[in-house]
């Protein structure tokens, strides 16, 4: 097609626009110095009375003119967005120009030139340079229109991947959404130099800055919904080196949930996350959690919301929303009742340390499957003046919930821990460690309920953490702030945390912590230089800051202790990490009363003592 020639030529010249226009501006300056000759002397007479000097004056003046509209900046311009402003500039840069030549004319004698050429000759510039880029602009609003059917300037698009999903992406979105689909790129070598829906295959995936550069490319689109995760990961690090922003078509599982291909987005926690996530049995899980009455404490957190949202799936009779934060528990409240009409909620403002209500909600409500999301988990805020309202609600609130649900009958009981909890070097992981040993404590007491825990890195997206941290600092132009250039950190993502944590409660043994097989850690400083080019900025726009750790934080986290001994299970990536009944589970009860009664006078360093009391592994900085 002639009109995709013109433009895939137009833009091969685009890296060189500025020489180009340089030399297009002395050529229409040449051809102005003739044309005011023309006009001033007629046809019959424009060649034949010029002095024998006139070559000169004139290669002079095209020089001094090109110098000029280089002084002011007039090919840095962009033709396609030429107007008035353009036309003010022009005018000023040959009317200087013009009064330079004819001052150098008349102060070397140069009196066969005439000088109403000299007066005419920036007037026929300022035409010429004018009419050109208008007409440039002309020609490329038509293309515009030929090609994409809006003469408005569109996004660009070259989409990896040539399969169904770049097919069906390419027929969703290719003139009707603001878009311009240039071309594919896939590795396949049968797909390169074919059409895909009418689009060119131009190359391999490893060519992408190349023909981003070439084409003018604005966007690059990641459309490999069924590749494996080391192949997509692979794209998205061949598209964050173009230095443009990188947006992926969804995902097999959101495909799944009735998104469609063309409904593209920002890259997400989960396609930087850097392995396969884990399949779960959805047949147990349903039976698990069919028809059952499911209580979730701290229901509104990143969580206790997806885990809300999970559960939902599974037709329960009936949830009952736990939850301290009035907004958190109308926001998930809200979301549960649109995408869920017919499920009964149970919306309950409570507080994990308030033993009686607690009582009070399990005894009408009769839950029979008990998540405990309620914590604080920010490491910082917890490890200066807030340890003991840390301790009462991670370390008392667990246990509060565990004596509620067994006095109540409920079947099963699972602790969301973390694996800050493993050593724990902060007052936040000690009291998670300490919670574990509760539940320990609770599955030895012989109750017919279920105690078990699941263990888990860092999750992606969630409140605090610091994919929306790392966001919103892109978002500002940086800086990015790391503590430290080689701390790692184990992540998942919040859906695969919740489904690990269903899934706990529906193959749980009573004592049983469940950990999930996270991979190789990442980085924490690759993760932030992979949204900073993801998001279309480079490092040198966008720095990374090194701050220094903060205090009671490690340089990487550990899934299991040394100590723990660890039983696989039927799932290949899930494994169990039995607690040790020590001396300080079967205590831990007597040891939180006697905590809890020094009081929040205790100081800072009381607080941590008593810490070490019950988890000696607990190395306080």
């Known amino acids: 097609m002639f009109w995709l020639s013109l433009d895939t030529f137009l833009t091969r010249i685009r890296p060189h626009r500025e020489r180009l226009s340089v030399l297009l501006d002395g050529l229409i300056v040449a051809l102005a110095w003739q044309a005011t000759y023309l006009f001033r002397l007629g046809f019959r007479y424009w060649l034949i009375e010029r002095p024998g000097y006139d070559g000169a004056v004139m290669a002079g003046l095209v020089l001094l003119y090109m110098a000029v509209l280089w002084l002011f900046k007039v090919p840095k311009g962009m033709w396609r967005f030429s107007g008035f402003g353009e036309i003010k500039r022009l005018t000023a840069a040959c009317a200087l120009a013009g009064l330079l030549g004819a001052t150098a004319v008349l102060m070397f004698h140069l009196s066969g030139v005439p000088r109403a050429v000299l007066a005419l000759h920036p007037v026929f510039c300022v035409i010429g340079l004018a009419m050109m880029r208008m007409g440039y602009r002309m020609l490329y609003e038509h293309m515009r229109g030929r090609i994409s059917g809006s003469a408005q300037e569109q996004r660009r698009a070259l989409i990896m991947g040539a399969g169904d999903a770049g097919r069906l992406l390419v027929a969703g979105i290719q003139h009707h959404q603001g878009w311009v689909v240039v071309g594919f790129l896939d590795d396949a070598h049968p797909k390169q130099g074919v059409r895909v829906g009418g689009v060119p295959v131009l190359g391999a995936l490893d060519q992408v800055a190349h023909f981003g550069e070439l084409h003018g490319i604005t966007h690059v689109i990641v459309a490999m919904p069924t590749a494996t995760l080391p192949e997509r990961r692979r794209a998205l690090e061949l598209a964050g080196q173009t230095g443009l922003p990188v947006l992926t078509v ?10 469609h291909v063309e409904q593209v987005r920002d890259i997400e926690p989960e396609d930087l996350l850097g392995r396969e996530p884990v399949q779960l049995d959805e047949g147990g899980i349903s039976e698990c959690l069919s028809g ?12 206790g919301s997806e885990l809300c949202r999970q559960v939902a799936r599974y037709g329960p009779q009936k949830i009952v929303l736990y939850e301290l934060s009035e907004f958190a528990l109308y926001t998930i409240e809200q979301e549960l009742s649109e995408k869920f009409p017919h499920l009964m909620l149970v919306r309950l403002v409570g507080d ?20 405990h999301a309620a914590a604080y988990k920010h490491v910082p805020l917890m490890e200066g003046e807030n340890g003991w309202a840390c301790l009462r609600n991670n370390t008392l609130g667990t246990y509060n919930a565990c004596r509620a649900a067994a006095e109540s009958g409920a079947e099963r009981f699972v602790l969301i821990s973390t694996d800050k909890a493993v050593n724990p070097t902060n007052v936040m992981g000690a009291t998670k460690r300490a919670a574990e040993l509760v539940v320990s404590h609770m599955a030895a007491q012989g109750h017919a309920t279920r105690f078990m825990a699941v263990r888990f890195g860092n999750v992606l997206g969630s409140s605090g953490s610091v994919i929306p941290k790392f966001k919103e600092q ?15 950190r184990y992540f998942m993502t919040i859906p695969e945390a919740a489904r690990l944590v269903v899934q706990a409660a529906a193959i749980g043994e009573t004592g049983h912590i469940y950990v999930l097989d996270m991979g190789e850690p990442i980085k924490i400083a690759n993760l932030a230089k992979d949204m900073i080019r993801l998001s279309g900025h480079s490092l040198e726009r966008i720095h990374i800051e090194f701050t220094g750790l903060r205090s009671g934080e490690k340089l990487y986290e550990e899934l299991l202790a040394d100590a723990d001994a660890t039983l696989p299970t039927r ?15 079967r205590d831990v009860i007597d040891w939180l009363g006697a905590t809890l009664n020094q009081g929040a006078q205790a100081d800072d360093q009381a607080l941590r003592q008593a810490l070490r009391g019950c988890v000696p592994e607990y190395l306080s900085s």
């Open 571 to 585: 799932f290949e990536r899930l494994r169990i990490a039995r607690l040790d009944d020590s001396a300080a589970s």
């Open 474 to 488: 892109i978002a500002k132009g940086g800086p990015v702030t790391v503590t430290h250039p080689e701390i790692t």
């Open 292 to 303: 059952k009455v499911v209580l979730i404490t701290g229901a509104g957190g990143s969580i």
């Open 352 to 371: 994990v340390k308030d033993l009686e209500h607690l009582r009070l909600v399990f005894g009408r409500y009769k839950p029979q499957i008990v998540f």
């Open 250 to 259: 969804p995902s097999s599982a959101e495909l799944m949930q009735g998104r």
